[in-house]
């Protein structure tokens, strides 16, 4: 019987470094892509296109994209907060680029002084640049929906404004929409419900990802949620750096070791090669020997016989 297969799209290199003040090096981002992407890794988001100015932690994306763009079978994945930064992600050979658009609106013009109209309009530009590449440099274009489980300055969002945005984004030319948890306000109810609605309006296959966090402790029911929904993409960051963690002693981001260990434990296939995925923390770890790295699997280490692509827990 073939397995399900999970992709963990990895955000560490982008949703991780540019919440942390230490700036990492090129070099050291580069050994860490090319580690996790040798235990097994297919989908890293290796940076964003932001002026160095605002995330100086990100300012060597387009080097690390030429770089990424090197190791096969990799998807390389960047995030663009506008056209401009899309026009670079695209000439630089980015396999997918994600603009997200935050839900609420509020959360929008605070954080990219745009309307959702606005938002739209530069969605819609960069679709045109895209489709103006010959299909082969087409990159996968997403339109992340955040904040859309809730916002910290708006409180609970409206089905009907998810809804009007998610159909915006997919007229305005994205191939697809993510629902992102921006806050960790999210419960598995939510995503589940969630998941089914965009998708009535939208349709099945332009929603297959998810970025949730585990703000509040529920990332991994939150994925489990979504997994239920027959979600395949889901985010995760080595460690669990960065996502804003506002909680002591949670990670902000699902932890990639936690994520990786539950799906090949359940039985699905994810490709990861977990002995080796929590050698490539060590070296992160050391990279970064002032920030602290989350994860309950790298600690406890894995069940005693657990073998890799076997699953756990089924009966022997
Ligand atoms: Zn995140």
Wanted: glycine residues 12%.
């Amino acid at each position: 019987m073939s397995k399900t297969h999970i992709e963990i799209s990895e955000v560490g290199p982008r949703d991780g470094l540019q919440s942390i003040t230490p700036i990492m090096s090129t070099a050291d981002k580069k050994a860490w892509i090319a580690a996790e992407a040798a235990a097994g890794v297919r989908e890293i988001e290796v940076g964003s296109f932001v002026p160095a100015r605002i995330l100086p932690q990100l300012a060597d994306t387009a080097e690390l994209v030429a770089f990424a763009r090197t190791i096969p079978g990799l998807t390389v994945a960047v995030l663009v907060p506008n056209f401009k930064g899309a026009a670079a992600a695209v000439e630089a050979g980015a396999h997918k680029i994600t603009i997200p658009l935050s839900v609420s609106e509020t959360h929008s013009l605070r954080n990219v002084n745009r309307t959702h109209a606005q938002m739209l309009e530069e969605t819609a530009r960069i679709a045109e640049l895209i489709m103006g590449r010959p299909e082969a440099e087409r990159p996968k274009f997403e339109g992340g929906l955040s904040t859309a489980f809730g916002c910290t300055l708006e409180g609970a969002i409206p089905d009907a404004t998810l809804l009007r945005l998610a159909e915006g984004l997919m007229a305005a030319g994205c191939d697809e929409v993510g629902l992102s948890d921006t806050t960790g306000y999210a419960n598995p109810a939510q995503v589940k419900r969630l998941i089914r609605l965009v998708r009535g309006a939208v349709g099945e296959a332009a929603v297959t990802g998810v970025h949730l966090h585990n703000t509040r402790g529920l990332g991994l029911a939150n994925v489990l949620a979504a997994l239920d929904e027959g979600i395949v993409t889901v985010d995760a960051s080595l460690g669990g750096i960065g996502g804003c963690p506002f909680a002591p002693g949670a990670s902000g981001n699902i932890v990639t070791e936690d994520l990786a260990f539950m799906l090949e434990a359940m039985g699905y296939e994810t490709g990861v090669d977990l002995e080796a995925l929590i050698a490539v923390r060590q070296q992160v770890q050391a990279a970064l020997p002032a920030v602290e790295l989350y994860g309950f699997t790298p600690e406890s280490g894995l069940p005693l016989g657990f073998a890799q692509g076997q699953g756990w827990g089924a009966s022997v």
